[in-house]
């Protein structure tokens, strides 16, 4: 094809032709800038969004493992607690391995002591559990703590002398209270 325009509308019409097209080229450049914008914000918003979602849970789980420390710190304060005041109430003269120690001497032959717990009631008790292998020596063994002068009462339950040998047996004993 020949061009029949003069060089000067030529060079008119290629200035106009290259400024459309820098227009055309800009505004598919702003458009798809925008979308890009817009896809990016509305990750970026959803992400945020997550993002503090976790940061709740995170908090809420640190304060529940604290919670939980915390409530297992309480309950171990609390059973030392209990256990020196159990110590403390029993006789400031009188520690507990001499009362273990009364309690295993006054032992007459055939008995045999399973366990001992010391609980704070009023003066301080002991709760005593063994075997004895016939109601006799249980029978003495419950003369001998009664004869101590630092147990105050020693209760034993009618169970304790129902069976002739071979006695299971549960004592308590009050202690005599601090001076």
Do not use: C, H
């Not at 702003?30 to 959803?46: E, H, R, T, Y």
């Not at 789980?61 to 256990?83: D, G, P």
Request: net charge positive; glycine share 6%; proline share 4%.
């Amino acid at each position: 094809m020949i061009n029949l325009l003069l060089p000067i509308d030529r060079k008119t019409i290629r200035t106009e032709y290259r400024r459309r097209l820098f227009v055309v080229g800009g505004l598919l450049t702003f458009g798809l800038a925008l979308i890009a914008l817009i896809i990016v914000s509305s990750f970026a918003f959803i992400l945020s969004w997550r993002r503090d979602e976790v940061l709740g849970q995170i908090t809420t789980t640190q304060q529940q493992f604290s919670t939980a420390e915390l409530a297992k710190a309480r309950q171990t304060v609390e059973e030392a607690n209990a256990s020196i005041k159990i110590l403390g109430v029993i006789s400031p003269r009188a520690p507990v391995a001499l009362i273990l120690k009364q309690l295993i001497d006054k032992r007459t032959a055939g008995i045999q002591l399973t366990s001992s717990k010391f609980t704070a009631q009023g003066t301080g008790s002991v709760e005593v559990a063994g075997k004895s292998q016939t109601r006799v020596a249980l029978l003495a063994y419950l003369e001998a703590l009664r004869a101590e002068p630092r147990f105050l009462k020693v209760e034993s339950p009618v169970k304790n002398i129902i069976r002739e040998r071979d006695v299971t047996f549960s004592l308590t004993i009050t202690m005599v209270p601090p001076k």
